[in-house]
């Protein structure tokens, strides 16, 4: 929880225009209403096709995390580290 905290607080700092926090709470909202995944027979689970295997488990797709991946690709990436030029 603090990595997600401190993570989100820093890539906010340096991309003000993502919606960060937007995203981190619609993660937290479909880890909630989705299946205990520790619980699941993993073995029975995973031959199966992927969209049957989130239909039957309720994983949501991440509607805001996706938004923020194709706006950062559109604008040549995240920044995660503030590049510093020599006269700085």
């Known amino acids: 929880l603090l990595i997600i905290l401190f993570g989100g607080k820093h890539v906010n700092k340096l991309n003000p225009n993502i919606k960060i926090w937007s995203a ?3 993660g937290f909202r479909h880890g909630r209403q989705m ?3 520790p ?3 993993w073995k029975e689970v995973l031959p ?3 969209d049957e295997v989130r239909s039957m488990l309720n994983i949501q797709t991440p509607e805001i995390y996706q938004d ?3 706006t950062m690709q559109s604008q040549g990436g995240i920044l995660f580290d503030k590049q510093l030029s020599a006269a700085e």
């Open 68 to 70: 923020i991946i194709k």
């Open 35 to 37: 299946a205990w995944l």
């Open 39 to 41: 619980g699941v027979d």
């Open 48 to 50: 199966r096709p992927i």
């Open 24 to 26: 981190v709470r619609e």
